[in-house]
């Protein structure tokens, strides 16, 4: 199967000198006892405000951890790429501890079908919906991405955005992202070339779809 070449990513940090597309994450070093007592106490502090702000609800914490990243063998019946580079450099980074262990990526298609491709990482998150902001905020900083709206997540809950990305407004085929995070993970969703009407509707479905397959009970 051909190789795609990759469309510009969603980073959470920037390109320049990042080990992995997407939101890096640098491997954590072990703090001295007296610095994790105050970092606990400070958490315990963090999640008292949460609460306080209508956050930290039964829900949420029963939804930490619930999924863990599974790659589909499969998706809108095109088999996953595991030669592809995306792929390879993400096991790569995640296996020489350059970026977090749990980075995952995903591709789909060919040059003729056109492309799937998901990239993220597992990450426990109370407020998913500052995590997508973030996460687009931080794009939009180094590259152009497209108007990005709130959209219902579906069964797997936390928070998602999408948007369309018009070949005038980018050198290349018209494309579509979403970008989701949950107490589970994070991860971007796009989707470019296909042949298929990228209405905003249908992506967003698709996406969903993708989430209901990648998502298993951890």
């Not at 990450?123 to 108007?147: G, K, L, M, N, Y």
């Amino acid at each position: 199967m051909s190789s795609p070449q990759t469309p510009p990513p969603v980073h959470d940090t920037p390109p320049d000198g990042a080990a992995s597309p997407f939101l890096a994450v640098p491997v954590p070093q072990e703090p001295p006892r007296r610095l994790r007592r105050w970092l606990l106490a400070g958490a315990a502090a963090v999640v008292l405000v949460l609460a306080g702000a209508g956050y930290a609800t039964a829900d949420r914490f029963a939804a930490i951890g619930a999924y863990r990243f599974v790659t589909p063998a499969q998706f809108n019946g095109i088999p996953v790429d595991t030669d592809s580079p995306l792929m390879q450099r993400v096991r790569s980074d995640a296996s020489s501890g350059t970026s977090d262990r749990t980075s995952f990526a995903a591709t789909y298609g060919t040059p003729s079908s056109g492309y799937v491709m998901v990239i993220g990482y597992e990450h426990h998150d109370f407020v998913p919906s500052w995590s997508v902001d973030r996460a687009i905020a931080r794009a939009a900083a180094t590259q152009h991405v497209p108007e990005m709206h709130s959209v219902e997540p579906g069964p797997r809950g936390g928070a998602m955005k999408c948007g369309i990305q018009r070949s005038d407004d980018l050198v290349g085929p018209t494309g579509a992202l979403c970008v989701w995070a949950d107490g589970s993970m994070q991860a971007m969703f796009s989707e470019f070339g296909t042949g298929r009407s990228l209405d905003p509707a249908r992506v967003e479905e698709d996406a969903r779809a993708f989430r209901l397959l990648a998502e298993q009970p951890a």
